[in-house]
């Protein structure tokens, strides 16, 4: 049984950081990639940031890079997204996610490939 469960989220001002985890249960974590996610109301879901299945490379979306490190505690079985520079247009429900159909794959940016997803948490940024 695989799931994924986020949380860090909140109210921040532009400028402000925060770090968002991911709990991975089951053996996805150490066979499949994982994925960062965020959806704004009114806009489709888009991709934020990924690492493939040993953690070996990262992917980030033009929007983000520089600003936001994916990363990953093996022993704890966690999902980071780490966020710096934050800025209202970040402002979405993020959400993490596996492809457990490319096991030992890497991240890719179409949300469509990836099969587990999890709740999601706000993020909230004011100007």
């Known amino acids: 049984q695989v799931q994924l469960a986020e949380s860090g989220g909140g109210l921040v001002q532009a400028g402000d950081s925060l770090r968002l985890s991911c709990e991975v249960s089951g053996r996805t974590f150490n066979s499949d990639p994982l994925g960062w996610f965020r959806q704004a109301p009114g806009r489709q879901r888009e991709f934020v940031a990924g690492?493939?299945?040993?953690?070996?490379?990262?992917s980030y979306a033009d929007s983000v890079k520089g600003r936001f490190t994916i990363s990953r505690s093996s022993a704890n079985g966690l999902l980071y997204l780490q966020m710096n520079s934050l800025q209202p247009d970040d402002t979405a429900v993020y959400y993490c996610?596996?492809?457990?159909?490319?096991?030992?794959?890497?991240?890719?940016?179409?949300?469509?490939?990836?099969?587990?997803w999890g709740q999601g948490t706000q993020v909230t940024v004011s100007s």
């Open positions: 996610a596996a492809d457990r159909r490319t096991p030992y794959g890497v991240a890719v940016p179409d949300p469509s490939l990836y099969d587990y």
């Open positions: 690492m493939n299945w040993d953690g070996s490379r990262t």
